[in-house]
């Protein structure tokens, strides 16, 4: 069954419209989290959250659920998601031995998007897990980038 991606983006469209003044950054990616762990949370997502560029390593921004690794380096998922600035779908987290930074050993699968700013540099990413294997597929990564692009916190 698909996730409501035009749901969620629609209601952040709102959000943002409705805001006394525009919000920064922070308080978006702190709109997309809640709105994405609020309705996805039910269809197998078991986190959700922003990891930022600082330096060589990822820090942890806005998330939901359960406390996460930080700082991470960029040999992980979300490394390789940020460093090739293309989106990544891991069915299966246990084939990436050694590179799969295990913050819950729980989580199976995970999606990850990079944020790319408007100068073409990559700001970080977004990334979601699940405990099941395969939880995540093409329509994941357009709708997560919609939504991302609804609150212009990628320019992808």
Not at 66 to 93: E, F, M, Q, W, Y
Not at 134 to 143: A, E, H, I, K, P
């Amino acid at each position: 069954m698909p996730r409501p991606y035009t749901l969620i983006a629609a209601q952040l469209a709102d959000r943002l419209r409705s805001a006394d003044q525009p919000p920064n950054t922070e308080i978006r990616m702190r709109w997309v989290v809640d709105a994405l762990w609020e309705t996805l949370h039910s269809t197998g997502v078991s986190w959700v959250g922003f990891y930022l560029l600082e330096g060589t390593e990822l820090v942890l921004g806005p998330m939901r659920n359960k406390p996460a690794c930080s700082p991470i380096g960029l040999h992980g998922a979300c490394g390789h998601a940020l460093l090739n600035r293309t989106p990544l779908i891991v069915g299966d987290v246990r084939t990436l031995g050694a590179n799969y930074i295990a913050c819950d050993p729980r989580d199976l699968s995970e999606v990850v998007l990079p944020l790319i700013a408007t100068d073409g540099s990559c700001t970080g990413v977004l990334d979601l897990d699940s405990h099941t294997a395969n939880s995540f597929d093409g329509s994941d990564v357009d709708g997560l980038r919609r939504v991302l692009r609804t609150v212009v916190l990628t320019q992808e």
